[in-house]
């Protein structure tokens, strides 16, 4: 008598032979593979200056990127893109130590492509980038609440400090809003960077830079100037530390004209403009955290 186990993997492998022959031929044309690059932006490796006389720096800035997908012209109203793949896993890096470009991700696809990724929480199997540990991981996969997301794992663990003077003041920030993120512009207002015609045999590179100073920006603009006076003014207790909850303390600046295309991600047009300093950081700043290298904020909508 044929042994069990010998004759079930006799029978597997006859079904997978079956299967195998029914499947129809793939005739579809060579796709064209684009590979999906993150690196820091200067503010990560060498920190930066802002318009009041402070010196900020980074010591820890921890996040996931991954999910990239190639979808339709986001512009026209018919698909324009045939993707092949779309991988769904993510890296986790610490960009206040990446010390080069690396690879997220790679997919295929032919036509006009539109390039999808996303800013997340680790994965459970995520694959870890320089200066990121398990224990990094596990702690960020914890779900928790705050003040803007209940039930939520953590998507960016931002750690520094800022220097004027004799006074230091420390920042340890954890956020737990994730943006699927598309339609990056280019720097000169025309057209996309993140669209492209992907044809058979083609093999480009499309850079995602994080830019760790978009966090104090006095509004949600490229022209609005960084700053820290009121960070710093928000440390109510005085232990040299500014938390989140003590920024919700503090008014959101109004001084300056308020974008009228400013978006949270949300969906919500226009969206309502910050009360508070916590609004604007978690709301309005941490949206435009990514972009593509040499280009604009992209459009951020916000995700689980």
């Not at 299967?19 to 490796?45: H, Y």
């Not at 890096?93 to 929480?121: H, I, M, Q, T």
């Not at 220097?163 to 057209?191: E, M």
């Amino acid at each position: 008598m044929r042994h069990p186990t010998a004759f079930c993997a006799a029978l597997c492998a006859a079904l997978a032979l079956l299967a195998a022959g029914c499947l129809p031929p793939d005739d579809r044309p060579e796709p064209g593979s684009l590979e999906l690059t993150v690196e820091r932006g200067a503010a990560l490796a060498l920190g930066f200056a802002t318009a009041d006389g402070w010196t900020v720096g980074f010591e820890r800035f921890v996040a996931a990127i991954g999910n990239l997908r190639l979808a339709g012209d986001p512009d026209a109203f018919t698909s324009s893109c045939n993707a092949y793949s779309s991988p769904s896993y993510d890296r986790t890096f610490d960009f206040a130590v990446l010390p080069e470009p690396a690879k997220v991700a790679l997919a295929w696809g032919l036509g006009r492509c539109s390039v999808n990724y996303r800013v997340r929480s680790p994965s459970f199997d995520t694959l870890l980038g320089p200066g990121v540990t398990p224990t990094d991981v596990a702690l960020m996969r914890v779900r928790g609440d705050d003040a803007y997301e209940a039930g939520k794992r953590v998507v960016l663990y931002a750690q520094g400090q800022a220097v004027r003077g004799g006074v230091v003041k420390r920042f340890a920030w954890v956020f737990r809003r994730g943006f699927a993120l598309d339609r990056c512009p280019a720097s000169s207002g025309s057209g996309y960077l993140s669209v492209l015609e992907l044809a058979a045999g083609d093999a480009p590179s499309f850079g995602v830079v994080v830019r760790g100073e978009e966090l104090f920006r006095r509004a949600p603009d490229d022209a609005a100037p960084l700053h820290f006076d009121r960070y710093a003014a928000a440390d109510a207790d005085g232990d040299g530390a500014v938390t989140l909850a003590e920024l919700a303390a503090i008014e959101a600046p109004s001084d300056d004209p308020w974008p009228a295309d400013a978006s949270d991600g949300t969906g919500a047009e226009p969206a309502t403009p910050p009360e508070t300093l916590a609004d604007l950081v978690y709301r309005f700043l941490l949206p435009r955290v990514t972009r593509m290298v040499g280009g604009g904020a992209c459009n951020a909508e916000v995700r689980g």
